[in-house]
């Protein structure tokens, strides 16, 4: 291994640290609002199931700092919609509990 730098003579500032303290602590839904508001058009559509197709068409509801296509891919992954194959298409439908 490379000889350690000696260290700085007292009173003299230390080096910046290359880790935080505290690492940063991410909200665990990073668009909340979003989130409700697609899963409340999936709730309000027939049989509780929308094609993917006619979600991704759809412009971000209000109040949604990201767009459809990110809340989505969150949707999916949190397991709070399942896609299901069809011939026509993916169809996205709410989990169930």
Do not use: K
């Amino acid at each position: 291994p490379p000889p350690r730098p000696p260290p700085p003579p007292p009173g003299a500032p230390s080096p910046p640290r290359l880790l935080p303290r505290d690492p940063p602590r991410l909200p665990l839904t990073s668009d909340p609002a979003g989130r409700r508001a697609l899963l409340g058009v999936v709730r309000r559509s027939r049989h509780r199931e929308v094609p993917l197709r006619e979600l991704r068409q759809r412009r971000a509801p209000p109040g949604a700092r990201l767009g459809v296509g990110y809340l989505l891919h969150d949707l999916l992954g949190a397991q709070l919609l399942r896609s299901i194959p069809t011939t026509s298409g993916p169809m996205l439908r709410l989990a169930e509990p």
